[in-house]
């Protein structure tokens, strides 16, 4: 098994995300997210809306997990894995939530995705900072 990580190569600077990570996000659902409240305490939830928004950034719609939002919101950090038991292949990445949206163009596309699974609360965009692919 051969790992490839990407690392942050500069505090103003983001990492691109690799072709290899955006074919792993899209064929392997759904994502575990994890998040800690501003006293370390720990969640895990699972997203099966993550998908790349661009060359920097992952987002997911929050459905039924007030949380993991109330996480980011005290504590912006966040690691997200995606894993195919069957073949052991997956992804990691590692990152900050830069926003946490409730209206707008991107929400809107969110909320009228899902209408039938219900409700968007919130879509998350996070800027990854460290990846990989394995």
Known sequence: ??????????????????????????????????????????????????????????????????????NLQENPYISLIGLDAETRKGWRVWGKADAILTSGDLFDKFSSEYISKGKVNHVVKVIVEKQVVF
């Open 1 to 70: 098994m051969q790992l490839t990580f990407v690392k942050k190569k500069g505090s103003d600077k983001m990492n691109t995300i690799t072709e290899e990570l955006k074919q792993a996000v899209s064929e392997i659902k759904p994502a575990m997210i994890a998040t800690a409240d501003k006293n370390g305490q720990p969640n895990v939830s699972p997203k099966g809306s993550l998908r790349v928004l661009d060359d920097k950034h992952l987002v997911f719609a929050d459905l039924r997990s007030p949380q993991t939002v109330k």
